[in-house]
């Protein structure tokens, strides 16, 4: 059974940046796409950032996550990164990372029903 573990979490300031992390167990990283959702109060859950299996490489980021927000992973710690900078108060909400078997649904239009592996969810709260 994959589990994946998110920290980083908090509450941070307008401007502020945050490092979240997911951890995978059972199953290397490397072979799966993964993808960071977040989900607000009242609102459905939203794809922020994606990132291919190590195959395919590719990196895709939706909407103002552009330019601020940077996807990554490292093989050796089986860990992806959502690395977040000029944080906004509407970048609040339960972010979640979640994998994918085929290793290349990563692109404009993912679905949270694509990934069948999730994180339990780590807080981001933006505010002064």
């Known amino acids: 059974q994959m589990q994946l573990v998110e920290s980083g979490g908090g509450l941070v300031q307008p401007g502020g940046s945050l490092r979240l992390a997911c951890a995978a167990s059972?199953?290397?990283?490397?072979?799966?796409?993964i993808a960071w959702f977040r989900q607000a109060p009242g609102k459905e859950r939203e794809a922020v950032a994606c990132?291919?299996?190590?195959?395919?490489?590719?990196?895709h980021y939706v909407g103002s996550a552009a330019g601020r927000f940077i996807i990554s992973r490292d093989s050796v710690k089986n860990t992806v990164y959502l690395e977040m900078d000029s944080l906004k108060p509407e970048d609040t909400g339960v972010y979640y990372c979640?994998?994918?078997?085929?290793?290349?649904?990563?692109?404009?239009?993912?679905?949270?029903?694509?990934?069948?592996?999730w994180g339990q969810g780590t807080q981001v709260t933006v505010s002064s």
């Open positions: 979640a994998a994918e078997t085929t290793g290349y649904v990563c692109y404009a239009g993912i679905a949270p029903h694509m990934y069948v592996y």
């Open positions: 059972e199953f290397a990283l490397d072979d799966y796409a």
């Open positions: 990132l291919a299996s190590r195959e395919y490489g590719t990196t």
